[in-house]
């Protein structure tokens, strides 16, 4: 009877340590995410931060496909004080390269290459812009633009 308890006691140890325990983070861009914020730092040469998403109901998203399409929706008030949203449906093909992702096109503005990173199911989007200020003897200035996003699928 000791011998048959132990046997078990020594199979359950086995069968419990063998179990691979669920990840609960991914690293892979795979999935779908709600964009937190899409901020461009010196908007326009202005000096100030503009959130391009902020106030957005229900909350853009992104929906990386493992076909390398990524599908990705904004929702822009029309008007100030309407209740209509203007969806715009994004589709392109996306491509990754180390941490580097380049779009077939544009995500939104001329935003069409990323540096990212994935943590915590958190991916960050980032891209640097110089612009050209009036015509090209009028100098240049950078924009810096930030997009946060959770996983919720």
């Known amino acids: 009877m000791k011998k048959l308890l132990l046997s078990l006691g020594i199979l359950t140890l086995i069968n419990l340590s063998s ?9 892979t861009i795979v999935g779908k ?10 908007f326009e040469n202005t000096g100030k931060d503009q959130d391009d998403t902020k106030g957005e109901s229900p909350r853009p998203t992104l ?12 929702y822009f008030k029309d008007l100030p004080g309407n209740n209509q949203n203007t969806i ?13 992702l380049n779009l077939s096109g544009n995500l939104a503005f001329n935003h069409n290459s990323f540096t990212f990173s994935i943590s915590n199911n958190i991916l960050i989007l980032k891209r ?25 699928k």
């Open 19 to 27: 179990c691979k325990k669920d990840e609960t983070t991914s690293n």
């Open 33 to 42: 995410w709600q964009i937190d914020s899409y901020i461009i730092t010196n």
């Open 63 to 74: 929906e990386f496909k493992e076909d390398g399409n990524l599908h990705a929706i904004f």
């Open 88 to 100: 715009e449906d994004v589709q392109v093909k996306y491509t990754l390269n180390g941490d580097k």
């Open 128 to 152: 640097t812009d110089v612009s050209s200020i009036g015509n090209k003897d009028s100098g240049t200035y950078i924009e810096y633009t930030t997009i946060k996003t959770t996983r919720i």
